[in-house]
């Protein structure tokens, strides 16, 4: 079966780093996604990685290991707008998205 | 303004009712997609269109049908709704179909049915 598993809550300090891990077992593999959801809002697009390595935007970068079927967001210098869900998206042989359930981070003061 | 629209943005529903939720974009993409999202559970799609005058079944699409007359709108049906269908209903596109396709969603219709 497909399966994409990532914690279901985090807490966070204001102006500290935050790693959030996705692992994945799925039907073939064409890259994989981070979003971003606000409460009550829709997901945006955060990150795309296809290849092995590092891939870095601002104050986010998005980690990928497709051997080991495993994947993390750091988040850096965190703020209070960055409390969120953040969902990590598998696309597979068939190019539609598998989604994990959602990881909430709490940012505290 | 581009983008997706739904409508509505929330409803609520009487058990076997029929119902149709819409959705519009204006940024001529080929692909469109209608996503539930539960509590727990991550986005789970119904249905799906690569490209105007086709559709396809996705994950969940049992009491649901969809149509994709032109590339602007993207209709999402309840023939007979019924309490599991409970949820935040979100469509979503993307330029094309095939791989690393940003998709773009709308703002979502909370529906509830009773």
């Given at each position: 079966g497909q399966n994409i598993d990532q914690p279901t809550e985090m807490t966070a300090t204001e102006g500290a780093i935050v790693q959030i891990n996705c692992t994945y077992q799925t039907s073939g593999f064409n890259g994989l996604f981070w979003y971003q959801q606000h409460a009550g809002e829709a997901p945006t697009f955060l990150s795309y990685n296809v290849l092995d390595g590092l891939e870095e935007k601002g104050r986010f970068s998005s980690f990928l290991s497709r051997s080991k079927g495993y994947s993390y967001l750091l988040l850096k210098e965190?703020?209070?707008?960055?409390?969120a869900s953040y969902l990590c998206a598998v696309e597979d042989s068939n190019y539609q998205l598998i989604w994990g359930a959602g990881t909430k981070l709490i940012i505290k003061p | 303004i581009a983008g997706i629209t739904q409508a509505p943005t929330s409803q609520i529903l009487a058990a076997g009712r029929r119902m149709t939720l819409r959705c519009t974009q204006d940024?001529?993409?080929n692909a469109m997609y209608w996503y539930r999202q539960d509590l727990g559970?991550?986005?789970?799609?119904?249905h799906y269109s690569n490209t105007a005058g086709t559709t396809g079944k996705g994950e969940v699409p049992d009491g649901y049908s969809v149509s994709r007359a032109n590339t602007d709108d993207f209709p999402l049906t309840l023939a007979s709704a019924v309490p599991s269908q409970t949820s935040v209903y979100f469509c979503a596109s993307s330029v094309?179909?095939?791989?690393?396709n940003e998709q773009f969603f709308g703002p979502g219709t909370r529906l509830t049915v009773l």
């Open positions: 965190l703020q209070m707008k960055d409390s | 940024m001529r993409h559970l991550g986005l789970r799609l119904i094309m179909s095939g791989a690393h």
